[in-house]
């Protein structure tokens, strides 16, 4: 199918990929974050008609092997097909990873689903307990969704952490009951608006170190879900985690089947996450947006780009 873009969202992904030398060509349609309203539909499409509002996955595999048919298509061995390409006025999308808004879900809602449904991913692979006491490392969209999701799925005391305090408000309103600057006292913090060491750590900042801080700060037989993105090598000290005997989990993605509950929490009236998006920019300020988040100049929590501004 073809949708008109109605709002593409910009993930740190994009600001790390784009930073990495090589890792995008030169002048790439990039962005992964994105609703809009199908214009277009391919020979063989049902479910779908033009003017229906949508999300989708930005990506597809082949539909027929166990990957595809489990709900897990990012994982397809035949070949995964990028939609990517949301910072454009138009976009192609698979119809078999598409999903249709509900009336109550607006389309700033849609381009929301995408990064709400990395946090919910690596909340369900923790596997937490109920009453889990959770650490949160990192404040940025992907960790308040997180603990959006850490809250509404049983956890106990959740901490928020971060080197600056600018999303500490945010990081409570999405779940969070104390905010902990990192720094030299961060471990007697945390102990202590936790009530003891974390069960589960969520990484989630996807800087050099951040692996071993998680480590150090779990409890003995906890475990760590890293949902940062380094795109750097991160060395660890596996004695300490073999002492503490820690479950180290990487998330990637999410399941066509997490895509759809996150959409779904917004029709349950779960919109705490709207208060995410702190700008909304033309199109055509994108690559400027993104040059100012690789200089560590911006303050907002999630950007979305909308071409009919």
Not at 115 to 134: C, D, F, N, Q, R
Not at 219 to 225: K, L
Request: with cysteine; hydrophobic share 40%; proline share 4%.
């Amino acid at each position: 199918m073809v949708l008109k873009v109605h709002q593409c969202g910009i993930c740190g992904s994009d600001v790390h990929l784009t930073k990495e030398h090589g890792f995008y060509p030169e002048n790439s349609i990039i962005g992964h974050e994105f609703s809009g309203e199908v214009v277009a539909v391919g020979k063989g499409v049902s479910g779908f008609r033009t003017g229906d509002r949508v999300t989708a996955l930005a990506a597809a595999g082949c539909g027929a092997c166990e990957a595809c048919l489990q709900g897990t298509p990012l994982f397809c061995p035949n070949g995964i097909k990028n939609y990517a390409g949301g910072f454009a006025d138009y976009i192609r999308v698979s119809a078999s990873t598409s999903l249709l808004l509900p009336q109550s879900v607006s389309m700033e809602d849609g381009a929301l689903v995408e990064p709400l449904s990395v946090g919910l991913h690596g909340v369900a692979l923790a596997k937490m307990e109920p009453g889990a006491k959770v650490l949160v490392l990192g404040a940025g969209s992907i960790g308040l969704a997180a603990i959006h999701w850490a809250r509404k799925l049983g956890a106990g005391k959740i901490v928020a952490m971060s080197r600056s305090a600018r999303r500490a408000e945010m990081a409570g309103t999405m779940g969070a009951d104390a905010f902990v600057c990192s720094g030299e006292s961060e471990f007697a913090d945390v102990q202590a608006a936790l009530g003891g060491q974390p069960d589960v750590v969520f990484e989630c900042v996807g800087v050099t170190g951040a692996l071993q801080q998680s480590i150090n700060h779990v409890r003995t037989n906890g475990t760590v879900v890293s949902l940062g993105f380094c795109t750097k090598p991160d060395g660890v000290i596996p004695a300490i985690s073999t002492f503490k005997q820690v479950t180290l989990i990487f998330s990637m993605a999410y399941s066509i089947d997490e895509f759809r509950f996150a959409l779904n929490a917004f029709d349950r009236g779960h919109v705490e996450p709207r208060l995410m998006v702190s700008k909304t920019i033309p199109l055509e300020e994108v690559p400027a947006m993104i040059e100012k988040m690789h200089k560590g100049e911006s303050t907002d929590v999630k950007v979305h780009a909308r071409p009919d501004l």
